[in-house]
């Protein structure tokens, strides 16, 4: 029963995560073929591993049963639990089908602090780089601790390591690379998270209300000693997102829903800007010097929750670590979903194939194999960044990320809603302003959703086009294809009535009005659908200092940059594209103000004002794009 129990779960998992185009049947045959692989071929043992200051980690081994040659180790920490606990198998394991059957020894261990393991957990755990003793541990020294137990300990192993990891198992990923033990030979933080201050629950400053709530209102629960039960999960008494965070108000009532008990929203609310508590959280400085293991980030170009950190890490480690061997792959993917689901489309958009089999096969077991299996020093056949070119729907392989054949350009913004290439003349209007009313926000999406939706970052945005307080600014239908690589930075000049706003950009990709409808989904039109590609906030008080924040004066003209995370986009000939700001982006944002106040956590209902915001498209005040356009060789 407990077996059938767990099968369910891992099903239902892979059902709400995995694409839409997978049938229940299909995924109902995975689990299930996976399932009877892993008890006909595996023999699970559970270990405590000690550390050096003495606390033991909750460590479970799935090891081949035939003991016939030895194996390399395939290591994932994670918070989430390594359950099934005791005489129940898994049901799915390892990063894919493919590495499954591949000759692996798989070792799953609860982090520091989590279910069976002992300790105390500390979110993102910052790293130590100057250690004095055996109590000064951090996932450095955690992962060279296991890795070293490991090695010395399976007897069937062949002594190589890798370690791999989604989401939070990804930033313990990235960590463990500081660890340099010898024997971590290649390594893959997938969907990692770099700094909490750009990923996940902040974006610029602007904090993702629904997801860090409905994240920690569970996640965030006291854990006071080892147990193998899941936290309850929170019961918002409401399928309507909208209307629960709206009527929860001001965040200052937060609490009245979490009862204190969640110490880490406690934290947040107590460090509102960029300050030591979320420097020291920051995993990017202390990726340098790292020795002898290969790396490989995976990262989706439609994650909601972390697209910072992939990107980031991998650019790091390439700058201060140039003789390592360094790749990234960034495919059409959801988060995490190169490892659920077949990647093959997202809400209405398709992407013409079945990306995540393909990566599975072809790179990621491609590349464990290479430096766990081979002699890790012949060329392996993997370019530096292989990347999914959406709008085009191919995949491409770069020498360098971002690509140095690119020609920087500006996209101006114009009267009437125009956009184009050429700068603003003399006698167009020169503003565009709209009011913003915290009380009636602008949703991040039509769909009715509790929490943050994997689909708003490709969804018709012509609901959002038809609101007063949306400015919307389009070019003309284009003669030929542009294709965009790399990061795009939002140039604004802006004003507003109040003395604090939000301002969000979203690049959007027209369709025509005569577009086919989507083949793979009978009866959805895609005449005039216009595509999210990215999109990016600045919450205003921080754009100039992510630690000392400051209010805008009113009506006064001022400098907004907001980066935009990578792209790697066709906008397609007969195709437009669309820019949209505005100022409210509701639940998924929480509500600024517009009325400075030293810590929005704790802002009074009174403080929320309606405003009116100005943008400005003058020659002297001109707004636009900056980004950069590919250049294919002839």
């Known amino acids: 029963m407990n077996r059938k129990l767990h099968l369910l779960r891992a099903l239902l998992l892979l059902l709400m995560l995995g694409s839409s185009a997978v049938t229940t049947a299909v995924v109902a045959q995975r689990v299930n073929q996976d399932s009877l692989y892993i008890r006909q071929n595996f023999t699970k043992q559970e270990y405590q591993v000690p550390m050096r200051d003495g606390k033991k980690l909750y460590t479970i081994v799935y090891a081949p049963k035939d003991q016939s040659k030895k194996y390399p180790i395939m290591l994932n920490r994670t918070p989430y639990s390594v359950g099934p606990y005791g005489d129940a198998y898994k049901t799915s394991m390892a990063p894919s089908p493919t590495m499954l059957r591949d000759g692996y020894i798989f070792v799953y261990q609860d982090v520091r602090g989590t279910y069976m393991s002992e300790g105390d957990f500390v979110n993102m755990t910052p790293h130590l780089p100057n250690k004095k003793g055996k109590k000064d541990i951090d996932e450095s020294t955690d992962t060279y601790d296991t890795i070293d137990w490991l090695v010395k300990n399976l007897k069937n192993s062949n002594g190589r390591v890798g370690q791999w990891g989604i989401s939070y198992p990804g930033f313990y990923t990235a960590a463990g690379l500081m660890s340099n033990h010898p024997a971590l030979k290649a390594a893959s933080p997938q969907a990692p998270i770099a700094d909490w201050f750009w990923d996940d629950f902040h974006h610029n400053g602007a904090f993702f209300l629904p997801h860090a709530f409905n994240f920690l209102a569970s996640f965030g629960l006291p854990r006071p000693e080892p147990t193998s039960k899941r936290n309850p999960s929170f019961s918002h008494g409401t399928p309507d997102g909208y209307d629960f965070f709206l009527r929860m108000g001001s965040l200052k009532n937060a609490n009245k829903y979490l009862n204190n008990k969640v110490a880490f929203w406690n934290e947040m609310a107590a460090h509102p800007n960029y300050d030591k508590f979320w420097q020291d959280r920051n995993l990017l400085p202390h990726l340098k010097n790292l020795k002898g293991t290969a790396v490989m980030t995976v990262g989706g170009w439609f994650d909601a929750e972390d697209l910072y950190g992939p990107l980031?890490?991998?650019?790091?480690?390439?700058?201060?670590?140039?003789?390592?061997?360094?790749?990234?792959?960034?495919?059409?993917?959801?988060?995490?979903?190169?490892?659920?689901?077949?990647?093959?489309?997202?809400g209405a958009v398709h992407f013409g194939q079945e990306n995540s089999p393909w990566y599975q096969q072809n790179i990621e077991a491609k590349f464990f194999a290479h430096y766990l299996?081979?002699?890790?020093?012949?060329?392996?056949?993997?370019?530096?960044?292989?990347?999914?070119?959406?709008?085009?729907?191919?995949?491409?392989?770069?020498?360098?990320?971002?690509?140095?054949?690119?020609?920087?350009?500006?996209?101006?913004?114009?009267?009437?809603?125009?956009?184009?290439?050429e700068a603003p003349k003399q006698g167009e209007a020169e503003i565009s302003e709209f009011i913003s009313d915290p009380a009636k926000p602008v949703p991040f999406t039509e769909a009715t959703a509790i929490g943050m939706t994997r689909e708003y970052m490709s969804d018709d945005q012509r609901f959002a086009s038809r609101r007063p307080d949306v400015l919307s600014f389009q070019t003309d239908a284009l003669t030929e294809d542009i294709t965009l690589a790399g990061e795009i930075l939002a140039q604004l000049k802006v004003a507003t009535t109040g003395s604090d706003a939000d301002w969000v950009v979203k690049l959007i990709d027209v369709y025509p009005d005569d577009a086919p409808a989507n083949p793979h989904m009978p009866g959805k039109a895609m005449g005039g659908y216009q595509q999210m590609v990215r999109s990016e906030l600045m919450r205003g008080r921080f754009r100039n200092s992510f630690e000392k924040p400051e209010p805008f004066t009113p009506n006064q003209v001022t400098n907004v940059d907001v980066a935009l995370m990578d792209v790697l986009h066709t906008f397609k000939k007969g195709h437009r594209i669309m820019v949209q700001v505005q100022s409210t982006w509701f639940p998924l944002v929480d509500r600024n103000p517009q009325k400075f106040v030293d810590n929005i956590f704790e802002a009074n209902e009174e403080d929320f004002i309606k405003a009116t915001h100005q943008v400005y498209h003058s020659p002297a005040q001109a707004t636009g794009l900056k980004v950069k356009t590919l250049q294919l060789a002839q």
Do not use: C
């Open 312 to 346: 980031k890490i991998y650019q790091t480690i390439e700058k201060n670590n140039p003789k390592l061997q360094n790749m990234l792959v960034m495919g059409p993917w959801v988060h995490g979903g190169w490892a659920r689901g077949d990647g093959s489309s997202l």
């Open 373 to 421: 299996k081979g002699d890790g020093k012949s060329e392996v056949k993997l370019p530096e960044a292989v990347m999914f070119e959406t709008g085009a729907n191919q995949w491409r392989e770069f020498d360098v990320w971002p690509p140095k054949n690119t020609q920087d350009k500006t996209l101006f913004f114009h009267a009437n809603g125009k956009m184009s290439f």
